[in-house]
């Protein structure tokens, strides 16, 4: 994509969703970072089903802790991987209990240091709730950075990098949700829905595909 075609691509983006929000739920810091822990490999429907019966009876490092391990499970496992999940969340509690005061760190180390935290997990934790211009690279974000050319790359680190480097600093902090949505709703994996995408005169993606 030129690179005087990717503001007008944010812009019309940005016209049609003003105020993106992630389609995780949750109320506070701890809760959106125990929701993307869970999320890894699973979908945001799935997840906001679980927590909508995990959150209202733990929703705090320390609640989750006196939960106990099968506890837990036993609210998370309709979740894929959730033994796994579950451990790495019991973990990640007793660390911010530990290290932390029982508060969600602001600092991408701090954050990777904890179990199932990821540098994907930390980018969205700084982002949604720190309001960080980071670049959580999931699967949307990185066919959708590719296909139109926004963003080439061969990894999902080098396609972050690519569009740290490329996205204009006043769409940086909500490129991320416009990417995840549009590449959720209209660039989709198995066929594209060119004839209807609003930014489908900037993107590199040919041929277009039909109605």
Not at 43 to 55: G, I
């Given at each position: 994509?030129?690179r005087?075609?990717?503001?007008?691509?944010?812009?019309?983006?940005?016209?049609?969703n003003?105020?993106?929000?992630?389609?995780?739920?949750?109320?506070?810091?701890?809760?959106?970072?125990?929701?993307?822990?869970?999320?890894?490999?699973?979908?945001?429907?799935?997840?906001?089903?679980?927590t909508?019966?995990?959150f209202?009876?733990?929703?705090t490092?320390?609640?989750i802790l006196?939960?106990?391990?099968?506890?837990?499970?036993?609210?998370?496992?309709?979740?894929?991987?959730?033994?796994?999940?579950?451990?790495?969340?019991?973990?990640?509690?007793?660390?911010l209990?530990?290290?932390?005061?029982g508060?969600?760190p602001?600092?991408?180390?701090?954050?990777?240091?904890?179990p199932?935290?990821?540098?994907?997990?930390a980018?969205?934790?700084?982002?949604?709730?720190?309001?960080?211009?980071?670049?959580?690279?999931?699967?949307h974000?990185?066919r959708?950075s590719?296909?139109?050319g926004?963003?080439?790359?061969?990894t999902?680190?080098a396609?972050?990098?690519?569009?740290?480097?490329?996205?204009?600093?006043e769409?940086?902090?909500?490129?991320?949700h416009?990417?995840?949505?549009?590449g959720?709703?209209?660039?989709?994996?198995?066929?594209?829905?060119?004839?209807?995408?609003a930014?489908a005169?900037?993107?590199?993606?040919?041929?277009?595909t039909?109605?």
């Amino acid at each position: 994509m030129k690179r005087e075609l990717i503001e007008p691509f944010f812009a019309t983006l940005k016209a049609s969703n003003p105020s993106p929000q992630s389609e995780l739920e949750y109320t506070t810091v701890f809760e959106l970072l125990a929701a993307v822990l869970l999320s890894a490999q699973a979908t945001d429907v799935s997840v906001n089903k679980a927590t909508r019966q995990l959150f209202p009876v733990a929703n705090t490092p320390q609640a989750i802790l006196a939960l106990g391990l099968q506890g837990l499970e036993g609210y998370i496992k309709t979740i894929g991987l959730f033994r796994s999940k579950a451990r790495h969340l019991m973990e990640t509690c007793r660390i911010l209990v530990e290290r932390h005061g029982g508060e969600v760190p602001r600092t991408r180390e701090a954050l990777e240091a904890l179990p199932g935290v990821g540098r994907k997990t930390a980018n969205v934790v700084l982002n949604v709730a720190f309001g960080e211009p980071t670049m959580a690279v999931d699967t949307h974000i990185f066919r959708v950075s590719n296909r139109t050319g926004l963003a080439p790359g061969k990894t999902p680190l080098a396609v972050e990098l690519a569009l740290m480097r490329r996205v204009p600093p006043e769409y940086a902090v909500d490129s991320h949700h416009w990417l995840i949505l549009h590449g959720r709703y209209v660039c989709l994996a198995r066929k594209p829905q060119c004839h209807r995408c609003a930014v489908a005169a900037y993107c590199d993606f040919t041929p277009k595909t039909a109605g």
